[in-house]
């Protein structure tokens, strides 16, 4: 999500203002990171695993004697991205701009890059509720982390995202989506052979 945002927010953005803007997971601490958005995700309320005796396996060691097994995880959570400037005008032309990419990234070529990145990533099939923006905390607060008493102003927009994932529990790492064949329960033996019973 933080990618996403990164490729749309470059240094071709439609408003030139806003090109390069800083997009990360940690508050910012330093002035010259401001303006910026400040990307959280929290999860819903569990993971959950797809399916009742659902397998898949990586097609890449089809052909090997050894066939491994994976399995795939569910998640459901909503992501937020706080945009943090020095200025209430400032956080509100890029509140702006987030909706713009947000909301009608799908409609415009120029605000594409955001959708086209989440949908098409190799690693997590996301699915985000592009039909519903919620926008809170419209704050000022007093105060800076570099410590001057100078007013920092935020706001936050938030979307529902469901997902899903298939990791390898051997290196911990995840599997790219595109190397995963399922196959039928039925066909599943004790030592599968490879190549039969896929769907």
């Known amino acids: 999500m933080v990618e ?73 959570g909503w992501v937020s991205y706080t945009v943090v400037a020095m200025s209430s005008f400032e956080r509100d032309r890029l509140i702006d701009e987030m909706v713009r990419i947000l909301a009608f990234g799908g409609e415009a070529g120029a605000t594409s890059q955001f959708r086209s990145y989440v949908e098409s990533n190799e690693f997590i099939a996301m699915n985000f509720d592009f039909d519903e923006i919620g926008l809170s905390g419209l704050v000022a607060v007093p105060g800076t982390p570099w410590g001057t008493d100078e007013v920092i102003y935020e706001g936050t927009l938030r979307m529902e995202v469901l997902g899903e994932f298939v990791s390898d529990s051997l290196s911990v790492t995840l599997v790219p989506l595109s190397e995963i064949a399922v196959f039928e329960y039925s066909d599943l033996e004790p030592d599968p052979v490879p190549g039969s019973g896929w769907t």
């Open 4 to 76: 996403a945002l990164r490729q749309t927010l470059d240094h071709e953005y439609v408003t030139p203002d806003f090109r390069n803007v800083r997009v990360g997971i940690e508050f910012p601490v330093d002035r010259q990171d401001y303006p910026c958005v400040w990307v959280d995700f929290s999860v819903a309320d569990s993971l959950s695993r797809i399916g009742i005796a659902h397998l898949e396996a990586d097609e890449s060691t089809s052909g090997a004697t050894t066939f491994r097994q994976y399995t795939r995880w569910r998640f459901r």
